[in-house]
C-alpha cells in the first residue's frame, strides 16, 4: 500500500484535487498487465490498446478514492483488465472495481473518457483527471456549503442555470458541474442515459458558499465571472 502517493498521480490535476487526493487517499496493490499482454494479443485485442491499458495501470492502478456521491459512490478502487470492442466500434477497458452490485460498469472510452457501460456506453467526463476533480470538487462543495438540495427525474428541468458557468476542471460530458454567484451544481445523469432511466437524473445544488467554496484555490478568490443564483422548485 502506498500512503505518499507518486507524483505521476497528481499531474495534471489542480490543486483542490491535489490536496484532496493527498489527505483523502491511498494506493493499494494491483497487478501490471506484464504477461497478461501475450494472451490478449492471442484474443485479436490491438498493441495500442494493451498499452493504453499498461499506461492507465501505471499512473491510476490502485488509487483508492472517497465516495463520490453518485453512481453507488464510483469504483471502490481504480484497476483495468482486458479491453473489448472492436476497431470499427472503438475499444473500452474497465475503470475499477465496483463497490456495490450496480447494473452497469465503469470503463475508459476510446478517446481516454470516463464513463458507464450498462445497456450502452455513456462517457461521464473527457477524461480520468475529470472523474477525480468531480469526486474532489463534491467533498469540497459538501464541507463548505450552507445547504445542499437534491433535485431528481424531471425536476431536474425546472432549475435554470442562466449566468452559471460550467467547471472547466470536470471536463464535463454527460455528466457536469456549474458555478454560479454563490452555489455549485452537479448534474448526474449518466445513470439515466446508460440505462434508460429518466428518473435516475439527480443534480445536487450546493448553495450559500463563498468565495472559497466557490473555487477552492483554483481560481484567485473575489475573481467573478458567473452571476446566476439557483432557485429550486
Known amino acids: 500500500m502506498e500512503r505518499h502517493l507518486s507524483k505521476a498521480v497528481l499531474d495534471g490535476l489542480t490543486r483542490r484535487a491535489r490536496s484532496f487526493i493527498t489527505a483523502h487517499s491511498i494506493r493499494i496493490d494491483v497487478p501490471p498487465v506484464g504477461r497478461l499482454a501475450e494472451q490478449w494479443l492471442a484474443l485479436g485485442v490491438p498493441p495500442v490498446e494493451i498499452n493504453r491499458v499498461k499506461e492507465y495501470q501505471e499512473r491510476w492502478g490502485g488509487l483508492v478514492l472517497p465516495p463520490a456521491p453518485h453512481y453507488d459512490g464510483g469504483p471502490r478502487y481504480l484497476d483495468s483488465d482486458l479491453p473489448e470492442g472492436s476497431p470499427n466500434e472503438g475499444w473500452l477497458y474497465p475503470a475499477g472495481t465496483d463497490r456495490t452490485a450496480t447494473p452497469y460498469s465503469f470503463m475508459i472510452g476510446p478517446g481516454g473518457e470516463f464513463g458507464v457501460y450498462g ?25 463548505w456549503a450552507r445547504q445542499v438540495t437534491r433535485v431528481t427525474g424531471d425536476r431536474v428541468d425546472e432549475i435554470a442555470l442562466d449566468g452559471f458557468e460550467p467547471v472547466a476542471e470536470v471536463k464535463g460530458m454527460t455528466d457536469n458541474w456549474w458555478r454560479g454567484n454563490d452555489s455549485l451544481v452537479a448534474l448526474y445523469a449518466g445513470e439515466a442515459e446508460s440505462l434508460s432511466a429518466p428518473s435516475c437524473r439527480t443534480m445536487l445544488i450546493y448553495s450559500g458558499l463563498d468565495d472559497w467554496g466557490l473555487y477552492g484555490g483554483v481560481r484567485s478568490p473575489g475573481i467573478r465571472h458567473a452571476k446566476g443564483s439557483v432557485n429550486t422548485p
Not at 126 to 137: M, Q
Open 119 to 143: 445497456y450502452r456506453w455513456t462517457p461521464l467526463h473527457r477524461t480520468v483527471e475529470g472523474w477525480v476533480e468531480s469526486v474532489a470538487l463534491a467533498h469540497h462543495a459538501s464541507m
